[in-house]
């Protein structure tokens, strides 16, 4: 089975794609129509025979969910209604911020305008995900 997990930002849309390695699978940018946004997805679910879609849930250490979350719940159904794939809402607390750590680790620090932190946000949700699975 394999998912795509998206990290939805109003600027840029980090997609990763796995079964059990994710890796990243590009970057949209958020400010593209909603339609464009999903036809682009819609490829990355073909080339990737995806079969469910994870979405990162923001959420506050208080256990809220976070300002995007209407944004991101309205775009996931969206989303849903277009492709007829499932979709799976992750909840994650700073990813971007752990990216950019893991990045700057390696001595690396991104362009931000290209969305390299942002695809590892995301690839950082599918792995999340994929070890709940495993251990459930």
């Known amino acids: 089975m394999n998912f795509l997990a998206i990290d939805w930002g109003e600027k840029r ?9 994710p890796k990243g699978a590009g970057v949209i940018d958020g400010a593209k129509d909603s339609s464009q946004i999903i036809d682009e ?8 025979e995806v079969d469910k879609i994870v979405v990162g849930m923001p959420m ?15 775009f996931a159904i969206g989303l849903g209604d277009a492709t ?3 979709i799976i809402f992750e ?3 700073f ?3 752990e990216a950019k750590d ?9 362009n931000r305008k290209s969305g390299k932190t942002d695809e590892m946000a995301a690839i950082m949700i599918l792995e999340k995900f994929l070890e709940k699975m495993t251990k459930s």
């Open 95 to 97: 990813t971007s911020v």
């Open 41 to 48: 997805i819609k490829s990355v679910i073909a080339e990737n």
């Open 13 to 21: 849309i980090g997609l990763a794609v796995g079964a059990i390695f």
């Open 84 to 86: 007829g794939l499932p």
């Open 60 to 74: 506050l250490p208080s256990g809220d969910e976070g300002r995007l979350a209407p944004q991101i719940k309205k």
């Open 91 to 93: 909840p994650e607390e």
């Open 102 to 110: 893991q990045f700057k680790a390696h001595g690396k620090i991104p």
